[in-house]
């Protein structure tokens, strides 16, 4: 199996996963892949962390207690215009969250399980 | 033979000479002396007498001459009465005498006959009508003669007050009856009617005589035709006929009357007579009428209601079924009616509407029912029936009447509802389980590969600790498998009696030091010999979950407490176990989906050991109880902990109704 090149300049990257072991290997391997990773568990962490850091990426799981990935979509592009927003999700059914997202410009969508060649060409464009 | 005097009057006064003596009563005169003849003739006049009375200038009178039948007639004998002319006079009736005498002074004035009736005093004693006439002529001497004739009309009069009396009569019964007669002479043209027709056609008897115009007239113009042409009819085929028709009066009041009629006809077929009854029928025609209309509109509703109708009698024969129930049952009127409901529908009897008519027979109103109704045409209907008792005027139950709406469509609509929920429901469970599954193979593929990776880019994690990811995300898969046929297909519970209190220890055996470890204070008050119906590993499961739910609760705060208490509620015959926590507490919103599948909230305090919550748990939780005939309640408020209480029915309550079932 072969990736991408490692990023040559770092970029801060926002993960937000109620999957602990999802959360742990993606911190892992984008760490790896030159990503600076701020990795939260819950929504109401990934508030805060919006709140207070300042990132290039978010990666955020849709379906979470507390807030939901579509409403930190909202909430980053708000306090970051420029940012790249990926949502994953095990949702079969995407229509509705494409609709809740269309009007927050180019957001991408990647269901689960997905390819890491996939995500990672999803974050860096 | 008797000797016959001269005399210069006429015939009668030639009599006045003759020796009574020698009347013979028996046989006529033999010879040719026309005086012999005319003496046997004045005493054989039948019923009656001739008499010759002489009238004087000054007054007096006196018989000069009275036939034998002065005996017959009066009881005296002529002798008698020629010596005193008082003894007639005085046996007539004192009511007539006035009369008689005033009608003699009118005769004697005008010098004409006079004739009157007046009753007369008989041989018996008794006074009997008789017939009197006289004429009076002139003496050259100033005295009046009058030839007179007393006939005994008793018998005429007497037949003419019987036949006034059976008029009179016949005409009150024909006014009571409201029944008039007319007769045509068609020989002769002449008609006549009873009173009671001139009543009917309200026309003035003195006015106007009776006549076929008016008649005609009276007829409601509509009807006139059918009249003529039932009467003409009935001349021709020589039959009686027999018709109702109307009569329009003057005013616009319409009559009905009935006329019969029949005729008379001579040997060659000619009519006769026709003799008709008028009946005035207007009050019956009225009434039936009213009757008729009553009953007509009785029927129309009957067939036009939407609903089915039906009317048993006491016997709980079919009496009415309406078009609608023809249409719901699909079984013609003439099919069922005069049969009992138990013949034509078996089914009824187990779906108990037979029962209920039963009911109703005893004068109570059963509830509503509905069931479904096997149609002829092999279709299944549904339909409700409303049944009541049909009381009479004196309260007592006469019948049954049944109200029965289809409820096919309703009953459709219900059930693909329940489907359409049903399905929604398999959809959600159905999204949650791919939703579940996707997280886990997302999990196992990141870390297949990150295995399949240069070991210089997958970070400071070994292979086997990613393996342990891969075989942890395995058995949770599954845990999700068996909690899903769990709700799914419940398999029925090992029921057996368990003292409540073992069944919390075995739990809190195993969690007390993990508990006590996280600063979770566990307190247990359950008497030591409540028992339940369970099955002990079940329920054990459903414990230890709402334990672990109840840490989770408590985590954010570092300590809290765990209660387990357990009480018996003898009215509701229920054992309650409640399970309360002094954790984080969850809003109504959190209440309302706390038992749906895969709806967590673990995901905020996910636990020590990567953990989750796969939002299962309750769910599978209320359906283990479900099976034990008992159901979970839940009380809390955010910040307030939570309680979540299992209700157990009465192992009593559960063996007897098993008991009543014939079960063991």
Known sequence: MTMPDVNPVPRSLLLADDEPAICRSLESFLGGRGFRVSAVTDGSSALRALATGSFDIVLLDVNMPGTDGVTLAREARRHYAECRIVLITGLLDTERLRADIAPLGAVTVLSKPFHLKDLVAALEG | ?664
């Not at chain 2, 034998?68 to 003894?87: F, K, P, T």
């Not at chain 2, 045509?184 to 076929?212: K, P, V």
Request: include cysteine; charge should be negative; hydrophobic fraction near 40%.
């Open chain 2, 1 to 664: 033979m008797s000797r016959v005097g001269e005399t210069r009057e006429r015939g009668m006064a030639v009599l006045m000479t003759v020796d009574r003596a020698e009347v013979d009563r028996g046989n006529p005169p033999a010879g040719n002396d026309p005086a012999s003849h005319l003496r046997f003739l004045g005493d054989h006049i039948p019923g009656g007498m001739i008499y010759q009375l002489l009238m004087e200038p000054g007054g007096g009178r006196r018989f000069l001459y009275v036939s034998a039948g002065v005996s017959r007639l009066h009881g005296h004998a002529a002798e008698d009465v020629l010596g005193d002319v008082r003894l007639l006079y005085e046996d007539i009736h004192p009511g007539d005498r006035e009369r008689l005498a005033a009608a003699e002074v009118e005769a004697a004035r005008t010098m004409t006959p006079f004739a009157c009736e007046a009753r007369v005093r008989g041989a018996d004693g008794c006074y009997r009508w008789s017939y009197l006439t006289s004429e009076p002529m002139a003496r050259p001497d100033g005295a009046i003669l009058w030839n007179g004739l007393e006939l005994d009309i008793t018998e005429r009069k007497r037949a003419e007050g019987a036949l006034r009396e059976s008029e009179r009569q016949l005409n009150e019964a024909q006014r009571l009856a409201g029944l008039g007669s007319w007769e045509l002479d068609l020989a002769h043209d002449r008609l006549t009617w009873s009173d009671e027709i001139y009543r009917f056609f309200e026309i003035d008897r003195e006015r106007f005589g009776a006549s076929y115009e008016a008649f005609l007239d009276a007829i409601h113009p509509e009807d006139r035709a059918a009249v003529n042409e039932a009467y003409r009819t009935s001349l021709e085929r020589m039959i009686p006929y027999a018709m109702t028709h109307r009569l329009l009066m003057k005013d616009g009041r319409i009559k009905f009357v009935e006329e019969r009629c029949e005729t008379t006809f001579d040997a060659s077929g000619r009519p006769l007579v026709s003799r008709g009854t008028v009946q005035d029928i207007t009050e019956r025609k009225t009434a039936s009428d009213a009757l008729a209309e009553a009953l007509a509109f009785r029927n129309q509703v009957i067939q036009s209601a939407r609903d089915g109708i039906i009317v048993y009698d006491r016997d709980l024969r079919y009496r009415v079924w309406n078009p609608a129930m023809e249409r719901i049952s699909e079984v013609c009127a003439h099919e069922v009616l005069g049969r009992r409901p138990e013949e034509v529908f078996p089914f009824l009897g187990p779906v108990g509407v037979l029962q209920r008519l039963h009911c109703c027979l005893a004068g109570e109103t059963p509830d509503l029912i509905e069931f479904p109704v096997p149609l002829p045409s092999g279709r299944f209907s549904w339909a409700t029936d409303a049944s009541s008792p049909l009381w009479d005027h004196e309260g007592r139950v006469i019948g049954v009447i049944g109200i029965v709406r289809e409820t096919t469509a309703q009953h459709e609509a219900e059930e693909a509802l329940v489907r359409s929920e049903r399905l929604a429901a398999v959809g959600k469970l159905a999204s949650g389980v791919a939703h579940e599954f996707n997280n886990i193979l997302a999990i196992v593929r990141i870390e297949t590969q990150l295995l399949a990776m240069d070991p210089a880019l997958e970070g400071k994690t070994t292979a086997e600790e990613r393996l342990a990811t891969i075989e942890e995300q395995t058995e949770r898969g599954s845990r999700v498998a068996s909690g899903i046929m769990a709700i799914a297909r419940p398999t029925p519970p090992q029921l057996a009696r368990e003292r409540v209190a073992d069944l919390v220890d075995r739990v809190l055996a195993v969690q007390r030091t993990a508990l006590a470890g996280e600063n979770i204070e566990v307190r247990v008050e359950v008497p030591g010999d409540l028992e339940v119906l369970a099955d002990g590993g079940r329920i054990q499961q459903v414990l230890l979950n709402l334990v672990l739910n109840a840490r989770d609760a408590m985590r954010p705060q570092g300590r809290g407490v765990v209660s387990m208490a357990a009480v018996r509620d003898e009215n509701a015959r229920e054992v309650r176990l409640r399970i309360a926590d002094s954790g984080v507490g969850m809003s109504r919103d959190i209440l309302d989906r706390l038992f749906t599948p895969f709806f967590s909230t673990k995901g905020a305090f996910g636990g020590p050991f990567g953990s989750r919550g796969n939002g299962l748990g309750l769910a599978v939780s209320y359906t283990i109880l479900q099976e034990h005939g008992g159901r979970i309640a839940v009380e809390s408020e955010p910040g307030h902990g939570a309680a979540f209480t299992l209700i157990f029915p009465c192992p009593e309550r559960v063996l007897g109704d098993a008991t009543m079932r014939g079960e063991s």
